[in-house]
């Protein structure tokens, strides 16, 4: 790693956020202390987050705008984010502004010190959500508890998105998700079924306070089972999940 090199890579993907995704990074500017570079990432050329964030990069030179290649929705811009992080850490946070950008820092940290997968967690101890659509929030609290109490997993909350990773790991056993924001809990099984440590902290989430959600929980329900499932079960080597992986997404094209 050189002096240049940034410390965590924070991947941000959006959808026609415009000028709601300001003060989220004014946020996140003011608060992350590691060096870093910013990865705003959308799915087409005519999304309103590019122009406004190409004026941001004007006076803030460690933030680039991405168009993901991969195919549209937050998986895939998550997946091409990661693999476009030239850091040794990446934290995927929203552009909704419900993930607090001070705790980027900490999480990284986590990382450094040598976990695969270090999520801020809303159902530990100190943590809470406050906001957001009811059943959302009672099936992501029951997945996260059942899984930190039956799998082990490391973390009460595996659904949330806001989560640091060892760009490392996730490159050896890559990201299957095509959809939604099951990465979340995919990355959190994959490091389970590896015996790879994940680790938590608090954190408060806040539902946002401007825009429109874009999340679908009826078309994203089977992918969140699926490696919900996949939580449970004897150690694997980082090839065997990549099987997996590929099976599964054998099947989903067929």
Not at 47 to 71: F, H, M, Q, W
Not at 164 to 171: C, G, K, N, P, Q
Not at 182 to 199: D, F, S
Request: aromatic residues 8%; hydrophobic residues 40%; glycine residues 8%.
């Amino acid at each position: 790693m050189t002096a240049d090199t940034p410390r965590v890579s924070v991947v941000v993907p959006a959808y026609n956020e415009s000028e709601h995704i300001v003060p989220v990074l004014d946020r996140l500017f003011e608060s992350v202390r590691l060096p870093c570079e910013v990865l705003v990432v959308v799915d087409t050329e005519d999304d309103t987050t590019i122009p406004v964030v190409t004026e941001y990069s004007a006076k803030e030179p460690r933030i680039r705008c991405l168009i993901n290649t991969y195919g549209r929705g937050p998986a895939n811009a998550i997946r091409f984010g990661i693999d476009s992080a030239a850091a040794p850490v990446a934290v995927v946070t929203m552009a909704d502004g419900c993930d607090d950008p001070r705790q980027i820092d900490d999480l990284a940290r986590l990382v450094d010190r040598g976990v695969a997968v270090a999520a801020a967690s809303r159902y530990m101890p100190g943590g809470q959500q406050v906001g957001g659509p009811i059943l959302k929030g009672l099936l992501s609290k029951l997945a996260g508890r059942s899984l930190k109490l039956l799998a082990h997993v490391g973390t009460r909350d595996a659904t949330n998105s806001f989560k640091a990773y060892s760009t490392d790991f996730v490159r050896a056993v890559g990201i299957d998700s095509r959809d939604g924001f099951e990465i979340g809990i995919e990355l959190t099984a994959k490091a389970k079924r590896m015996r790879m440590p994940v680790a938590e902290i608090p954190t408060i989430w806040l539902d946002r306070q401007a825009g429109v959600s874009n999340f679908k929980v009826a078309k994203w329900i089977p992918g969140y089972l699926r490696w919900y499932q996949f939580a449970f079960g004897r150690r694997l080597t980082a090839e065997r999940v990549r099987a997996y992986g590929n099976k599964i997404r054998k099947e989903d094209r067929q």
